[in-house]
C-alpha cells in the first residue's frame, strides 16, 4: 500500500520495505538513544498510556510519506503531519473495519523529530 501509492514504486521488493520498517523502528526507538527527559522504553509508553492490560495495541505509522521527486517541494506544517499520522494510509498495520470518523483512540503518542514548531 505505502510503498505503491505514497512512494510510485510499482513492485516493491524487500529491500524498499527494509528502509520503511528502519525508519519507523529508528523513530520508535529515539527516545532511547538520545538524552533527554523522554527517555522511556516502550514498555513504559505501553503501561503509561493505558493502564489496561488487555488493551494495549501498539501500532505504528509514519508521516510524512513522499518520494523523492516531491521530498523537497512539499512543506509540512506540525498539524499536516499529525493529520497524515492518523490516516489509516500510513498506518503500518491495516485494520478493515477502521473509521478514522467514527472509531477512537485510547491514547495517542505521536514522536517528531527535527525541528518542530507547535502553534
Request: net charge neutral; aromatic share 8%.
Amino acid at each position: 500500500g505505502i510503498c505503491q501509492k505514497k512512494l510510485d514504486i510499482k513492485r516493491p521488493d524487500y529491500s524498499d520495505l527494509n528502509i520503511i520498517i528502519g525508519k519507523t523502528v529508528s523513530s520508535m526507538t529515539a527516545s532511547l538513544r538520545f538524552q533527554g527527559e523522554l527517555n522511556v522504553d516502550l514498555n513504559e509508553f505501553q503501561t503509561n498510556l493505558v493502564p489496561f492490560p488487555r488493551l494495549h495495541f501498539m501500532t505504528s505509522s509514519i508521516a510524512p510519506v513522499t518520494n523523492k521527486e516531491k521530498g523537497g517541494h512539499e512543506s509540512h506544517t506540525v498539524n499536516d503531519i499529525t493529520d497524515h499520522a492518523l490516516q489509516p494510509a500510513n498506518m503500518l498495520v491495516k485494520y478493515t473495519d477502521f473509521d478514522v470518523a467514527e472509531d477512537k483512540y485510547m491514547a495517542i503518542s505521536l514522536n517528531y523529530r527535527g525541528d518542530v514548531k507547535s502553534k
